[in-house]
C-alpha cells in the first residue's frame, strides 16, 4: 500500500545536527522529496533524489536513500533558528499517471 | 522566477454554497496538481492533470471537480460546501509528470473557510 511515516517531532540545539527521518512502503516510488512548511506558509521544496541514488548534498542539506529498507534522511547541518519548521517526506509514484504522497511531517524545534 | 500562483489566497463560505480555486503553474509546467491539507494534517492528494487531461485521482470528494484549461491553469470547483472542507488547498506543477523531472513546485495555497 501507499504509506510514509515520520516521527512527528524532533528538537535540537543551535548549531547542532538535525536528522529527520522518513520510511514509506512503496516499491515503485520514482522520485522522494523534503519539503518544508513554515506556520501558515505554502510547502518549500528543499530537495529531492531520485530513487536510483543513494545520496544528494546540497549546501546544508544531506540526503539518504536506503532503498532496500525503504528508509529517507534528511541531515541537516549546522541548524538554525530558521529552521525550525514542519518537514514533510513524500513521494512520488507510478500508478499509471503520477501522483505524490506526503508523510504527517516532523515538527523541528531549534533552541537557541 | 515565476512561481506557482493560486488565488484566491483566502475564502470565506457558507455551507452549500460553492467555492472556485484557481492555479497558475510556472510557466512552461504542464502538470498540475491539487492537495488539500486540514488543520495539523500533512497534504492529502486530490487530483492531477497532464496536458489538459486528468492524470490521476485521489480522495477528491464527489462535490468537487477541476479541470486544467488550454492555457494549463486549473480550477478546482466545489460545491455544496461543508464544514470539513475548511482546510488549505494546495496547487503544486510541474514539467511533464513528476515522475519525468523529479521537480515538484508548490503555490503558497488557497484557505478555505467554510462557516
Known amino acids: 500500500g501507499e504509506d510514509v511515516e515520520q516521527s512527528l517531532f524532533l528538537s535540537v540545539r543551535e548549531g547542532d545536527s538535525s536528522v529527520i527521518n522518513c520510511t514509506y512502503t512503496d516499491s515503485s516510488s520514482t522520485y522522494l522529496y523534503w519539503y518544508k512548511q513554515e506556520p501558515g506558509a505554502g510547502l518549500q521544496l528543499l530537495t529531492y533524489i531520485f530513487s536510483n541514488m543513494d545520496m544528494k548534498q546540497d549546501q546544508r542539506l544531506t540526503v539518504l536513500l536506503n532503498k532496500k529498507d525503504k528508509h529517507l534522511s534528511l541531515r541537516i547541518a549546522d541548524t538554525q533558528t530558521g529552521d525550525s519548521a514542519i518537514y514533510f517526506c513524500a513521494e512520488t509514484l507510478n500508478t499509471g499517471g503520477f501522483k505524490t504522497i506526503f508523510g504527517a511531517g516532523t515538527r523541528l524545534f531549534v533552541k537557541a | 522566477a515565476a512561481g506557482v500562483i493560486q488565488s484566491p489566497r483566502h475564502l470565506i463560505k457558507e455551507k452549500r454554497e460553492t467555492a472556485t480555486l484557481k492555479c497558475y503553474p510556472i510557466?512552461?509546467?504542464?502538470?498540475v496538481y491539487w492537495y488539500q491539507q486540514g488543520p495539523g494534517q500533512d497534504p492529502q492528494f486530490l487530483i492531477s492533470?497532464?496536458?489538459?487531461?486528468?492524470?490521476d485521482k485521489g480522495s477528491i470528494p464527489d462535490r468537487f471537480s477541476a479541470q486544467q484549461f488550454s492555457d494549463y491553469h486549473s480550477e478546482l470547483n466545489m460545491s455544496s460546501l461543508e464544514l470539513g472542507d475548511s482546510a488549505l488547498y494546495f496547487c503544486a506543477s510541474s514539467l511533464g509528470l513528476a515522475g519525468d523531472s523529479g521537480e515538484l513546485f508548490f503555490g503558497e495555497g488557497s484557505r478555505l473557510t467554510v462557516l
Open positions: 510557466p512552461r509546467h504542464d502538470t
Open positions: 492533470f497532464y496536458e489538459k487531461m486528468q492524470s
